[in-house]
């Protein structure tokens, strides 16, 4: 078990320009949220998957925002056409079948 | 809409001293109530949950006092020691479903020698 993985750990882009990021999730666990964190705050809900399906999604997920998980493994969260406004640590967390987020470093994103 | 409201923001204890950070709620349907611990350059991690059946839940040096009849709950945190300098996040969510984690918006505790 090597817990969450997140890459990249740090991207800076321009604005305007796609952003891919990806989660690897805790291998048994079939749930998979993304967060989203800005500084002094605490982490927002973007989005959730259950294996492969995505069954909720914020309305802070623009429709800018796309997420995936095929094969309900790992996931991508791609920002299309980014904005200053995106900057921020981009959390992705799975869990089991209980309340237990399992949190990884996330990455964190600069528009520039 | 906030619906976990956190205080303080920030908090500085001297080592061994009790730390104490408070919440409240507004939604009745939250029925899990976790904190969460948070090192810089790190996601958050769990640290304590509870559930509003019990008023209180202890592990180790950290304890949750809950009261439902006020929504509102706090983590104390016995002998503060420097390592425990981190940010802490109260949340709330509801059980059955999947975990959509309402998030608090945090308190920074520095633990100072």
């Known amino acids: 078990d090597t817990g969450v993985s997140q890459n990249p750990r740090h991207k800076i882009t321009k604005r305007g320009q796609n952003v891919t990021f990806r989660c690897d999730p805790i291998?048994?666990?079939?749930?998979l949220y993304w967060y989203r964190q800005t500084l002094g705050q605490g982490p927002e809900f973007l989005t959730y998957?259950?294996?492969?399906?995505?069954?909720?999604k914020s309305r802070l997920l623009s429709d800018r925002f796309s997420a995936e998980r095929p094969k309900g493994s790992f996931s991508t969260l791609e920002i299309q056409r980014t904005e200053q406004g995106d900057s921020a640590m981009y959390l992705c967390a799975s869990s089991l079948l209980d309340e237990k987020l399992f949190f990884g470093s996330g990455t964190q994103l600069s528009v520039l | 809409q906030q619906q976990v409201k956190q205080s303080p923001q920030s908090l500085i204890v001297q080592k061994g001293g009790i730390s104490i950070i408070n919440c409240a709620y507004e939604n009745t349907a939250f029925d899990y109530f976790p904190w969460y611990q948070q090192f810089p350059g790190k996601g958050p991690a769990l640290l304590i949950a509870i559930r509003p059946d019990v008023s209180e839940k202890k592990e180790g040096r950290f304890t949750i006092s809950f009261n439902k009849s006020a929504k509102q709950f706090s983590l104390h945190i016995m002998d503060s020691q420097p390592g425990d300098s981190a940010t802490y996040f109260c949340a709330a969510s509801m059980t059955g479903g999947y975990q959509k984690v309402t998030f608090g918006t945090g308190t920074k505790l520095q633990v100072i020698p």
């Open positions: 998957f259950q294996n492969e399906a995505q069954l909720e």
């Open positions: 291998s048994e666990h079939n749930r």
